[in-house]
């Protein structure tokens, strides 16, 4: 596993002094990131070779809240890649390795030029040690939209949305789903302790988003569209037992 040290910050807290589901999700994508940089197969080389790894799924079990101050340390690894596809999961814990975060992601190998998914290779894949797949339940990529939806104003696009890929980066997706979270990252008085994403398709610099809301018993999903109603991507913010 891969792993990193560090302190919750005071930029990453909501009003209530602890990490916020986004800030929990830039912590993770950091995560791959730094330990792909280290490994020499980071950012620069991947332009290099026009290749990137695009997230198309998460999964996100949050165990424990994390307070402004808390030491956590943030792990990562990788636990499968078939075809164009590589499995990895992450953790967050405390320092005497209690678990506060389990996650699960999908990412898609894809060739920048031609953008198109392209089959991983050994040579792509094998400077990442494998390691077994945590225990957590998995619920797969796919999220089922429910019910009538109620469309909410757009979300314009702008340039603090856009990251090195040139296109609007993982976390902002939650970001703007939250808006939508009536009481505080709470769902009819029960804490949401679980986020899902499904990346359809990318947004970019000065596009238009045009999110439409479903709201059960137990889940806030947003289903964030382009005009034409197709999703760049699905968020589902739930409680589980």
């Given at each position: 596993?891969?792993?990193?040290?560090?302190?919750?910050?005071?930029?990453?807290?909501?009003?209530?002094?602890?990490?916020?589901?986004?800030?929990?999700?830039?912590y993770?994508?950091?995560?791959?990131?730094?330990?792909?940089?280290a490994?020499?197969?980071?950012?620069?080389?991947?332009?290099?070779v026009?290749?990137?790894?695009?997230l198309?799924?998460?999964?996100i079990?949050?165990?424990?809240?994390?307070?402004i101050?808390?030491?956590?340390?943030?792990?990562?690894?990788?636990?499968?890649?078939?075809?164009?596809?590589?499995?990895?999961?992450?953790?967050?814990?405390?320092?005497?390795?209690?678990?506060?975060?389990?996650?699960?992601?999908?990412?898609?190998?894809?060739?920048?030029?031609?953008?198109?998914?392209?089959?991983?290779?050994?040579?792509?894949?094998?400077?990442?040690?494998?390691?077994?797949?945590?225990?957590?339940?998995?619920l797969?990529?796919?999220?089922k939209?429910?019910?009538?939806?109620?469309?909410?104003?757009?979300?314009?696009?702008?340039?603090?949305?856009?990251?090195?890929?040139?296109?609007?980066n993982?976390?902002?997706?939650?970001?703007?789903?939250?808006?939508?979270?009536?009481?505080?990252?709470?769902?009819?008085?029960?804490?949401?302790?679980?986020?899902?994403?499904?990346?359809?398709?990318?947004?970019?610099?000065?596009?238009?988003?045009?999110?439409?809301?479903y709201?059960?018993?137990?889940?806030?999903?947003?289903?964030?569209?382009?005009?034409q109603?197709?999703?760049?991507?699905?968020?589902?913010?739930?409680?589980?037992?």
């Amino acid at each position: 596993m891969y792993s990193f040290q560090d302190k919750v910050r005071y930029s990453e807290v909501d009003r209530h002094g602890k990490l916020s589901i986004p800030a929990v999700v830039n912590y993770l994508q950091d995560c791959s990131t730094f330990q792909s940089e280290a490994l020499g197969v980071g950012i620069e080389h991947l332009k290099k070779v026009h290749r990137a790894w695009l997230l198309t799924s998460w999964q996100i079990d949050l165990l424990e809240d994390m307070h402004i101050g808390e030491d956590i340390k943030v792990g990562t690894w990788s636990y499968s890649a078939k075809g164009v596809y590589g499995y990895r999961n992450f953790v967050i814990r405390t320092l005497e390795d209690r678990p506060l975060v389990n996650a699960d992601s999908l990412w898609v190998f894809v060739d920048t030029e031609s953008g198109k998914p392209v089959k991983v290779t050994p040579e792509d894949i094998d400077v990442y040690e494998r390691e077994e797949k945590i225990d957590m339940e998995y619920l797969g990529r796919k999220i089922k939209v429910q019910g009538e939806g109620v469309e909410k104003d757009p979300v314009y696009i702008k340039k603090y949305h856009i990251d090195t890929n040139g296109h609007v980066n993982n976390s902002w997706y939650v970001w703007f789903a939250m808006e939508f979270v009536p009481d505080d990252e709470m769902i009819h008085g029960r804490k949401i302790n679980r986020l899902r994403v499904e990346y359809k398709k990318s947004a970019m610099y000065r596009d238009i988003i045009y999110p439409v809301v479903y709201e059960q018993e137990d889940a806030i999903t947003v289903s964030l569209n382009d005009e034409q109603g197709s999703p760049y991507a699905i968020v589902q913010l739930s409680v589980y037992e």
